[in-house]
């Protein structure tokens, strides 16, 4: 199955750094455009309302978009300073930011119908932007599914306290929630992440994930708590793997006819089985990603048998 996606949030230049040998290389990037990336690459018609300028940088992230079959709303391309991150990449690939980014985007000539809308990181939580992002989640709300990955950001996104009232009030208008340990342990500032992902079910969604890195994924439902272990691969770095893992799982819920307000219902009562295999097509896709450099996120021909 394929189905139609709008993708909310920052796309930008990812400027990165490798410790091993301080070589710097630009990509584009921006982890909603990473999970629009995915969807479209994986046969999805995948939309993305954004904010980049006319400038070189944005326009080698509008090639790469349109590279990737994913279409820019209106108002997406300005005449500002296309925003950027420097990535610092450690001996185990794992990535650090600094940003530079103005976030105030246009929400025009938007998709009707579309399936499920995600959100993510930056976008949901920095003004003036964040603003825009609610509005278009209430918009779509009641026909669509809504996705949300928090994916902090602490440089940018100011306190813990201030920043998890945010990201609340995006949670309680999400029908699915996913997140990583990491990201629960500094919000929240306790080692018990899991409890944390788990009582967010509390304000609405149907279902939470925790990611924890080479410890796998776990699921909380109404049916439980569902783990699925990490696939192995030998790690390039872990840019955009949990943006791919985001789009994993609207891809398997696609699969599983459980997208869409009409189908809310389905998703609540999705049982331990349908769950640990939305997870491990999530888990499977997340580790092609990791093993090459870069938010590379597969292709569907790449996707087969996952």
């Given amino acids: ?9 920052e796309a930008l230049t990812d400027i990165v750094t490798r410790a091993e040998d301080g070589t710097s290389v630009e990509y584009p990037g921006g982890s909603p455009l990473n999970v629009a990336v995915a969807l479209g690459r994986l046969g999805h018609t995948s939309h993305l309302l954004t904010q980049i300028g006319g400038d070189a940088r944005g326009e080698q992230i509008r090639r790469h978009l349109e590279e990737s079959h994913v279409l820019l709303t209106g108002g997406s391309i300005g005449s500002h300073r296309t925003s950027s991150a420097l990535a610092q990449i450690d001996a185990e690939g794992t990535a650090t930011y600094q940003f530079d980014i103005t976030w105030d985007p246009r929400a025009t000539d938007l998709p009707e119908p579309v399936d499920a ?9 920095l003004a003036p932007g964040a603003a825009t992002v609610v509005d278009v989640l209430e918009r779509y709300r009641p026909t669509t599914t809504i996705s949300y990955d928090p994916n902090a950001r602490p440089t940018l996104m100011g306190s813990a306290e201030a920043t998890r009232a945010a990201v609340e009030a995006i949670i309680a208008r999400s029908d699915l929630v996913k997140t990583s340990d990491e ?12 409890d944390v992902v788990a009582s967010w079910r509390e304000l609405g969604p149907a279902f939470t994930v925790i990611t924890r890195g080479g410890e796998g994924a776990i699921g909380f439902a109404a049916c439980g708590r569902v783990a699925v272990p990490p696939v192995k691969v030998e790690v390039a770095d872990t840019v955009g793997a949990g943006d791919t893992f985001s789009a994993g799982l609207l891809d398997a819920l696609d699969s599983a006819g459980m997208l869409r307000a009409e189908n809310r219902e389905a998703l609540r009562a999705i ?25 590379n996120p597969p292709w569907a021909h790449e996707a087969t048998g996952i």
Avoid: F, K
């Fill in 1 to 9: 199955m394929t189905a139609t996606y709008l993708t909310v949030g």
């Fill in 117 to 125: 809308v995600h959100t993510s990181s930056i976008a949901a939580v």
């Fill in 183 to 194: 990201d629960v342990a500094w919000m929240y500032g306790t080692d018990d992440v899991e």
């Fill in 271 to 295: 049982d331990e089985d349908q769950l640990e295999a939305v997870l491990s097509r999530a888990a499977g896709l997340a580790a092609i990603t990791v093993s090459r450099p870069g938010a």
